[in-house]
Nanobody, 122 residues
């Protein structure tokens, strides 16, 4: 079991960059596939990216591909989301989550952080 705490959100302008961090407590962080999801006001939560336990493989939603990069540091029990070329439509609460399998499906993620707000102004 792991507990997750996101940080790094904020208010930025379109075209800016931001890096989110998600710190995990527990000694089994490297046992989990880690994902990032987001939820915009009035919309359903959606998949953003995930990364394998070793970090060897990643997967991205089409809407963020080539702009966002997910990475992890298992020695620090932390997963990151580097977001470049931000757009107003990226505005959302961003959540990190842990799963036992590599999947884009929200239902398969058992552990969730509390979320961090990202707001991109035009």
């Amino acid at each position: 079991q792991i507990q997750l705490v996101e940080s790094g959100g904020g208010l930025v302008q379109a075209g800016d960059s931001l890096r989110l961090s998600c710190a995990a407590s527990g000694r089994t962080f490297n046992s989990y596939v880690m994902g990032w999801f987001r939820q915009a006001p009035g919309k359903e939560r959606e998949f953003v990216a995930y990364i394998y336990r070793s970090g060897a493989f990643t997967n991205y939603a089409d809407s963020v591909k080539a702009r966002f990069t997910i990475s992890r540091d298992n020695a620090k029990n932390t997963v990151y989301l580097q977001m470049n070329s931000l757009k107003p439509e990226d505005t959302a609460v961003y959540y990190c989550a842990g799963s036992n399998i590599a999947t884009t499906a929200i239902k398969n993620y058992n552990y969730w952080g509390q979320g961090t707000q990202v707001t991109v102004s035009s």
